[in-house]
Protein backbone atom coordinates (compact mmCIF):
# COMPACT_ATOMS: atom_id res chain seq x y z
CA UNK A 1 0.00 0.00 0.00
CA UNK A 2 1.05 3.68 -0.47
CA UNK A 3 0.18 7.08 -0.22
CA UNK A 4 -0.18 8.83 -3.39
CA UNK A 5 -1.53 12.41 -4.21
CA UNK A 6 -5.02 11.07 -4.72
CA UNK A 7 -4.85 9.32 -1.68
CA UNK A 8 -3.61 12.12 0.51
CA UNK A 9 -6.81 14.12 -0.78
CA UNK A 10 -9.01 11.43 0.20
CA UNK A 11 -7.14 11.19 3.60
CA UNK A 12 -8.12 15.25 3.95
CA UNK A 13 -11.57 15.06 2.75
CA UNK A 14 -12.31 12.23 5.29
CA UNK A 15 -10.66 13.94 8.25
CA UNK A 16 -12.79 16.98 7.64
CA UNK A 17 -15.62 14.97 7.25
CA UNK A 18 -15.10 13.80 10.70
CA UNK A 19 -14.21 17.00 12.12
CA UNK A 20 -17.70 18.57 11.15
CA UNK A 21 -19.39 15.52 12.59
CA UNK A 22 -17.51 15.70 15.97
CA UNK A 23 -17.29 19.67 16.11
CA UNK A 24 -19.37 19.77 19.03
CA UNK A 25 -17.68 16.94 20.65
CA UNK A 26 -14.28 18.33 20.29
CA UNK A 27 -16.31 22.09 21.76
CA UNK A 28 -17.92 19.93 24.32
CA UNK A 29 -14.32 18.80 25.56
CA UNK A 30 -12.38 21.98 25.05
CA UNK A 31 -15.02 23.62 27.43
CA UNK A 32 -14.45 21.14 30.28
CA UNK A 33 -10.57 21.74 30.29
CA UNK A 34 -9.93 24.55 28.18
CA UNK A 35 -11.80 27.45 26.20
CA UNK A 36 -14.24 25.58 24.17
CA UNK A 37 -12.86 26.63 20.86
CA UNK A 38 -11.40 23.59 19.37
CA UNK A 39 -14.43 22.23 17.52
CA UNK A 40 -14.75 25.41 15.93
CA UNK A 41 -11.36 26.18 15.24
CA UNK A 42 -10.59 22.67 13.67
CA UNK A 43 -13.95 23.03 11.83
CA UNK A 44 -13.14 26.34 10.13
CA UNK A 45 -9.72 25.13 9.21
CA UNK A 46 -10.54 21.99 7.51
CA UNK A 47 -13.32 24.00 5.82
CA UNK A 48 -10.64 26.32 4.75
CA UNK A 49 -8.56 22.79 3.96
CA UNK A 50 -10.67 20.97 1.37
CA UNK A 51 -10.87 24.72 -0.13
CA UNK A 52 -7.47 25.13 -0.52
CA UNK A 53 -7.22 21.30 -2.22
CA UNK A 54 -10.01 21.75 -4.75
CA UNK A 55 -8.90 24.92 -5.70
CA UNK A 56 -5.36 23.53 -6.98
CA UNK A 57 -4.20 20.49 -8.66
CA UNK A 58 -0.65 19.35 -6.92
CA UNK A 59 2.00 17.74 -8.79
CA UNK A 60 4.21 16.60 -5.89
CA UNK A 61 3.40 15.10 -2.00
CA UNK A 62 5.90 18.48 -0.49
CA UNK A 63 3.26 20.82 -2.77
CA UNK A 64 0.01 19.42 -0.66
CA UNK A 65 1.49 19.50 2.51
CA UNK A 66 2.40 22.73 2.47
CA UNK A 67 -0.40 24.18 1.12
CA UNK A 68 -2.15 21.99 3.89
CA UNK A 69 0.07 23.50 6.13
CA UNK A 70 -0.31 27.45 5.69
CA UNK A 71 -4.06 26.86 5.22
CA UNK A 72 -3.44 25.35 9.25
CA UNK A 73 -1.29 27.90 10.27
CA UNK A 74 -3.82 30.98 8.92
CA UNK A 75 -7.03 29.53 9.75
CA UNK A 76 -7.23 27.04 12.47
CA UNK A 77 -6.33 29.28 15.13
CA UNK A 78 -5.90 28.64 18.91
CA UNK A 79 -2.98 26.63 20.18
CA UNK A 80 -3.58 23.76 17.59
CA UNK A 81 -3.19 25.42 14.31
CA UNK A 82 0.29 26.29 14.52
CA UNK A 83 0.60 22.97 15.97
CA UNK A 84 -0.73 21.02 13.01
CA UNK A 85 0.79 23.84 10.67
CA UNK A 86 3.97 23.22 12.27
CA UNK A 87 3.59 19.33 11.67
CA UNK A 88 2.49 19.79 8.11
CA UNK A 89 5.30 21.50 7.05
CA UNK A 90 7.31 19.91 8.24
CA UNK A 91 6.22 16.83 6.81
CA UNK A 92 5.70 18.95 3.33
CA UNK A 93 9.90 18.54 3.70
CA UNK A 94 10.51 15.68 4.01
CA UNK A 95 7.81 14.59 1.65
CA UNK A 96 9.69 16.60 -1.11
CA UNK A 97 9.36 15.76 -4.57
CA UNK A 98 7.57 12.46 -4.00
CA UNK A 99 4.20 11.44 -5.48
CA UNK A 100 4.35 8.57 -3.54
CA UNK A 101 5.13 7.05 0.31
CA UNK A 102 5.68 3.39 1.08
CA UNK A 103 4.75 2.48 4.65
CA UNK A 104 8.11 3.02 5.82
CA UNK A 105 7.90 6.56 4.47
CA UNK A 106 5.08 7.20 5.55
CA UNK A 107 6.10 6.54 8.93
CA UNK A 108 9.03 9.04 8.91
CA UNK A 109 7.33 11.45 7.36
CA UNK A 110 4.66 11.24 10.24
CA UNK A 111 7.54 11.17 12.54
CA UNK A 112 9.16 14.54 11.30
CA UNK A 113 5.52 15.48 12.34
CA UNK A 114 5.31 14.51 16.03
CA UNK A 115 8.61 16.03 16.56
CA UNK A 116 7.51 19.58 14.65
CA UNK A 117 4.63 19.29 17.72
CA UNK A 118 7.03 18.57 20.87
CA UNK A 119 9.76 21.28 19.06
CA UNK A 120 6.65 23.81 18.69
CA UNK A 121 4.74 23.11 21.85
CA UNK A 122 7.78 22.17 23.80
CA UNK A 123 5.87 19.12 25.06
CA UNK A 124 6.92 15.59 25.95
CA UNK A 125 5.02 12.38 26.38
CA UNK A 126 2.20 12.27 29.19
CA UNK A 127 1.28 15.87 29.57
CA UNK A 128 -2.59 15.59 28.17
CA UNK A 129 -1.69 16.65 24.84
CA UNK A 130 -2.49 15.47 20.97
CA UNK A 131 1.45 14.38 22.03
CA UNK A 132 -0.19 11.64 23.92
CA UNK A 133 -2.02 10.06 20.63
CA UNK A 134 1.30 10.82 17.87
CA UNK A 135 4.35 9.98 20.20
CA UNK A 136 3.15 6.23 21.16
CA UNK A 137 1.10 5.24 17.94
CA UNK A 138 4.83 6.14 15.68
CA UNK A 139 7.02 4.74 18.55
CA UNK A 140 4.58 1.14 18.33
CA UNK A 141 4.98 1.06 14.38
CA UNK A 142 8.53 2.52 14.03
CA UNK A 143 10.28 -1.18 13.31
CA UNK A 144 7.18 -2.23 10.99
CA UNK A 145 7.26 -2.39 6.98
CA UNK A 146 3.99 -3.09 6.25
CA UNK A 147 1.57 -1.32 8.67
CA UNK A 148 -1.58 -2.91 9.67
CA UNK A 149 -4.14 -0.22 9.39
CA UNK A 150 -6.65 -1.54 11.83
CA UNK A 151 -4.27 -2.01 14.24
CA UNK A 152 -2.95 1.64 13.66
CA UNK A 153 -6.34 2.90 14.19
CA UNK A 154 -6.91 0.66 17.41
CA UNK A 155 -4.03 2.32 19.30
CA UNK A 156 -4.39 5.78 18.06
CA UNK A 157 -8.44 5.27 19.83
CA UNK A 158 -6.89 3.62 22.93
CA UNK A 159 -3.76 6.66 22.89
CA UNK A 160 -6.87 9.24 22.81
CA UNK A 161 -8.69 7.24 25.51
CA UNK A 162 -5.89 7.07 27.70
CA UNK A 163 -5.51 11.27 27.70
CA UNK A 164 -8.37 10.91 30.13
CA UNK A 165 -6.60 9.87 33.03
CA UNK A 166 -3.75 12.27 32.75
CA UNK A 167 -3.13 15.02 34.44
CA UNK A 168 -2.64 18.14 31.75
CA UNK A 169 1.17 20.03 32.06
CA UNK A 170 0.60 21.87 28.71
CA UNK A 171 -1.83 24.26 27.07
CA UNK A 172 -4.81 25.69 28.67
CA UNK A 173 -5.90 22.77 30.58
CA UNK A 174 -2.63 22.78 32.47
CA UNK A 175 -4.14 25.88 34.35
CA UNK A 176 -6.93 22.85 35.73
CA UNK A 177 -4.19 21.19 37.21
CA UNK A 178 -5.59 17.50 38.90
CA UNK A 179 -9.35 19.12 38.09
CA UNK A 180 -7.93 18.30 34.41
CA UNK A 181 -7.92 14.93 34.90
CA UNK A 182 -11.28 12.68 34.19
CA UNK A 183 -11.13 14.28 30.48
CA UNK A 184 -10.27 12.89 27.15
CA UNK A 185 -7.69 15.85 25.80
CA UNK A 186 -9.59 17.82 22.63
CA UNK A 187 -6.64 17.78 20.78
CA UNK A 188 -6.06 14.40 21.07
CA UNK A 189 -9.18 13.29 19.96
CA UNK A 190 -8.47 15.81 16.78
CA UNK A 191 -5.47 13.89 16.43
CA UNK A 192 -7.13 10.46 16.45
CA UNK A 193 -9.73 11.59 13.69
CA UNK A 194 -6.67 12.27 11.97
CA UNK A 195 -5.64 9.07 11.97
CA UNK A 196 -8.34 7.11 11.74
CA UNK A 197 -8.82 9.07 8.30
CA UNK A 198 -5.49 7.84 7.20
CA UNK A 199 -6.07 4.25 7.85
CA UNK A 200 -9.60 3.96 6.44
CA UNK A 201 -7.86 5.90 3.49
CA UNK A 202 -5.09 3.13 3.23
CA UNK A 203 -7.90 0.40 4.04
CA UNK A 204 -9.92 1.17 1.34
CA UNK A 205 -7.66 2.21 -1.51
CA UNK A 206 -5.81 -1.71 -0.60
CA UNK A 207 -2.80 -0.89 -3.48
P1 LIG B 1 -6.35 26.81 22.58
O1 LIG B 1 -5.82 25.97 23.71
O2 LIG B 1 -5.44 27.94 22.24
O3 LIG B 1 -7.76 27.21 22.78
P2 LIG B 1 -7.26 24.69 20.82
O4 LIG B 1 -8.42 24.59 21.73
O5 LIG B 1 -7.56 24.82 19.36
O6 LIG B 1 -6.30 25.87 21.26
O7 LIG B 1 -6.35 23.39 20.97
C1 LIG B 1 -6.13 22.79 22.23
C2 LIG B 1 -5.31 21.52 22.05
O8 LIG B 1 -4.00 21.84 21.60
C3 LIG B 1 -5.10 20.75 23.34
O9 LIG B 1 -6.18 19.88 23.59
C4 LIG B 1 -3.80 20.03 23.13
O10 LIG B 1 -3.98 18.75 22.54
C5 LIG B 1 -3.07 20.91 22.15
N1 LIG B 1 -2.00 21.66 22.79
C6 LIG B 1 -2.10 22.81 23.48
N2 LIG B 1 -0.88 23.20 23.91
C7 LIG B 1 0.01 22.27 23.49
C8 LIG B 1 1.43 22.10 23.59
N3 LIG B 1 2.19 22.98 24.22
N4 LIG B 1 1.98 21.00 22.99
C9 LIG B 1 1.22 20.12 22.33
N5 LIG B 1 -0.11 20.23 22.20
C10 LIG B 1 -0.71 21.28 22.77
MG1 LIG C 1 -9.32 25.90 23.03
Redesign the pocket.
Known sequence: MSLTIESTVTWFRKFDEKIQANKNTLTD??QS??????GI??SRGLTEVIKTLEGKSFDTLGELSKAVAMTMIGK??????P?YGSAFLKMSIKMGTNIKLSDVELLDVLKEGEQA??H????SVG?????DVWSPLLAEFAETSAINWEEFKTLAHKNMLATKELHAK????AYLGERSVGHI????M??YLLFESLAETMIEGGH
Do not use: F, Q, W
Not at 76 to 81: C, E, I, T, W, Y
Open positions: LDIGDGDHNMVGGAAGLIIRGKSEKTMVKGRADPGASS
